[in-house]
């Protein structure tokens, strides 16, 4: 959530590495913090936002997500703040942010509410391409590995794991996987992980690893409409209705009994037009990290204007 705000608050375009953040000493000072992960900082040192970020996804440093919380909003607790309400606008109903690190006991989350912030997350190119990477060098040349051991192998391309002694083992993933000739992403969350003998963050690594790979055999693609289906009308207000059909069969990636979202856009529609025109485009999926396959509707047949005796008629 801590780097979901900032991307919201600071978009980064793709490959730019954004503002200059100056490192204050109480990030310096968090640096070796004991018990808890951070990367060494100094204080009057700069690092780009992007390294911020880096810190934040792949070394999971909480000292430099303290940093971010008020570089952006000028204290922790004003930043938290921020971090609530963007919870709310996600619809995260189960979910309540304590602290910018998430390390505090009292902040608290659900696998389905951790989705939604990832499917949100995802939309940002700079998210994508930080939480994909599996090490990065800091301003030092220090060399720092994705405690996500997960990505760079099997489609994985992120997210961010989370492990505290109360906690336990935690990962919200993501994968891709090329179904049907379109590339997919799979976003998931695996919370609650108990040490079973490899250590929390192993049991939150190996349950992803096989919810991920489960999701991937199940995804297929299937035809929910073909080419010239029916998919509504267009009507004169008169009483007289043209067909409008697909153009093209239209296919969507999912598994048994999965519900897909059709959303529908029409463009100016003329007062007469041939059997063919264009009249609008009809999208399937909702759009996220998955995509949307966008397919162009037409008229099924010759669209013709109401002639002056139907209008009477209908006046009548």
Do not use: C
């Amino acid at each position: 959530m801590t780097a979901y705000v900032i991307l919201r608050d600071h978009p980064l375009k793709s490959g730019a590495e954004g503002p200059k953040i100056k490192i204050d000493q109480a990030a310096e000072d968090q640096s070796d913090a004991g018990d808890e992960s951070t990367v060494n900082v100094y204080a009057g040192d700069s690092i780009s936002q992007r390294e911020a970020l880096q810190a934040v996804l792949i070394a999971s440093a909480n000292n430099v997500a303290r940093l971010l919380a008020r570089w952006d909003a000028g204290s922790e607790k004003a930043f938290v703040e921020k971090m609530n309400a963007a919870a709310k606008d996600l619809g995260m109903t189960n979910t309540t942010y304590t602290d910018p690190s998430g390390l505090n006991n009292t902040t608290v989350s659900t696998a389905v509410d951790q989705v939604k912030l990832a499917k949100a997350a995802m939309k940002s190119p700079a998210f994508r391409e930080v939480a994909a990477m599996m090490s990065y060098n800091d301003y030092k040349g220090v060399n720092h590995g994705n405690w996500n051991h997960l990505v760079g192998h099997n489609g994985v391309v992120g997210i961010k794991t989370g492990t505290t002694t109360s906690a336990l083992g935690n990962l919200v993933f993501a994968a891709k996987k090329e179904v049907g000739g379109e590339t997919r992403t799979i976003v998931g969350a695996v919370v609650r992980q108990p040490d079973v003998g490899g250590g929390i963050l192993d049991a939150a690594l190996d349950a992803s690893d096989e919810l991920i790979r489960a999701a991937q055999d199940t995804l297929q693609s299937s035809t929910i409409l073909k080419k010239g289906s029916v998919v509504g009308y267009v009507d004169d207000g008169l009483g007289g209705r043209t067909p409008v059909v697909a153009t093209k069969d239209v296919k969507a990636v999912g598994w048994g009994g999965l519900t897909v979202k059709l959303t529908f856009e029409a463009d100016e529609v003329p007062h007469s037009a041939k059997a063919g025109t264009k009249v609008g485009t009809l999208t399937v999926g909702d759009g996220g990290t998955s995509g949307a396959v966008k397919v162009p509707v037409a008229l099924g047949q010759d669209l013709v204007e109401p002639g002056f005796s139907d209008k009477l008629t209908r006046l009548g």
